[in-house]
């Protein structure tokens, strides 16, 4: 059975400059083309080669033709932001829309997989961590898809949902419902930065050796989420987004072998604030708990290694920067910041809710990820953090000290400690099994 192709979106910009390398046929006309190109949005249109068009979609005449895109923007909204030129396999299409052209790339499944693997992490990780971020990969994607034919709203769902009273706003965003394609190639999906990074033969080793290989519980493919380091303990799927639960996204030990199914008795329970506090200022044993910087090495690209600290971290704010942090990114103004008070955690002692206290105004936010984006000019590493207040005066402090754990939202996979696993001998099927557990791995095609 053949796998499925799908619609990758890459980038949005006014204009757009790329580069053919191989032979290339515009569809319409039939031209083949060869070399630099571009093509501008002027009014709603395209315009490429003199003519106007609402849409060009390019094949490539032979297999290993590629093409180029100048200065992708990658890690939107983070704190590792930045533009590098990207290869890519497959067709390209571009689409008018408003005032800018959204390119997109039509790839097989598989091969936009090898380089998913490639971007997330090293290619040259461990195998068996590379097959079970393949499996995990797979299974998210197709996850998603059948989300979206199953979707009464055909694709235009909004991408986040939202409850919000005088008093609170609870948000959550999860992967938009694209009208235009199926992923987007950045973070907010899965990284996808071409086949420049595809060159090690273990990425593709591990793609072709799970060819067509899903999780599934209950014969349904899984919502497989990851992220880079749980902080000792993962969080389940309704704490961070839609109040659903899911069975195989729940709260994991992520110790030693015998610790691999749901938590360990010597887990404190991490929605109590005296617990979460003394578990986030401790710094117990994980698989995730390591400084080995071949294994990170694995995981983190050259930007994300700019990243020191992510398994216990300390961001600090003067009184006036955090007053006018959470003024700037919440369109409130709370005045000078007396308190920040967790009123709910999850499992992974992530905050749910958060109250907010100022000299003008108390307000709540929530869920996980408007915490993080409140709180910080792109994303603070997690919502599993305790604040210390250093007073100037009885009532306002002048500074706050977040001590931390963990990074990302801590559903699911976390990548490093699949990877320290990956290097203590574990085999894919045991690290699946460990951060997905009453999940069964079948063949889809």
Known sequence: MEAPVINVGIMSEKAVSFVFNGEYVH????????????????????????????????????????????????????????????RFRGALNLVARDNAIVVINQIDIEEYLTSVISSEMSATASAEFLKAHAVI???????????NQSSPTNGEASSLSMRRTADELV???????????DVCADDHCQRYQGVARTSASLAAQAIAQTRGEVATYGGTICDTRFYKCCGGVTET?????????????????????????????????????TEAEAWIRAWPKAFCHTRDRDILGQVLTDYDRETSDFYRWKVTYTQEKL????????????????????????????????????????????????????????????????VDKEEVCRSIPGRFVFTGAG????????????????????????ILAH???HTSLEKRY
């Not at 031209?31 to 106007?52: P, S």
């Not at 939202?409 to 085999?427: K, R, T």
């Open 27 to 86: 569809t319409e006309s039939g031209d083949f083309l060869t070399g630099e190109q571009r093509a501008i949005n002027v009014n709603g249109n395209i315009v490429y080669n003199g003519k106007l068009s609402r849409e060009l979609f390019f094949e490539p005449a032979a297999k290993e033709a590629c093409f180029d895109l100048n200065a992708v923007t990658i890690g939107v909204d983070f704190h590792w932001q930045r533009r590098e030129d990207q």
């Open 137 to 147: 990969s797979r299974s998210w994607l197709l996850a998603q898809l059948a989300k």
């Open 171 to 181: 948000r959550w965003y999860d992967r938009e419902d694209h009208d235009m394609f």
């Open 237 to 273: 799927f309704e704490h961070v987004w839609e109040p659903t639960p899911h069975p195989y996204l729940a709260a994991v030990r992520d110790g030693r072998a015998g610790q691999t199914s749901g938590l360990a008795l010597d887990t404190p329970d991490l929605t109590l604030e």
């Open 323 to 386: 007053a006018e942090l959470i003024k700037r990114k919440s369109g409130i103004d709370f005045g000078a910041i007396t308190d920040l008070i967790p009123l709910k955690r999850g499992t992974s002692g992530r905050i749910e809710r958060l109250q907010i206290r100022g000299s003008k105004r108390i307000y709540t936010i929530g869920k996980e990820l408007e915490i993080r984006r409140t709180l910080s000019e792109s994303h603070l590493y997690s919502s599993a953090f305790v």
């Open 407 to 430: 990074w990302g939202h801590g559903v699911g996979l976390c990548q490093i400690g699949a990877a320290v696993m990956g290097a203590q001998g574990y085999d894919y099927k045991q």
């Open 435 to 437: 951060y997905f557990p």
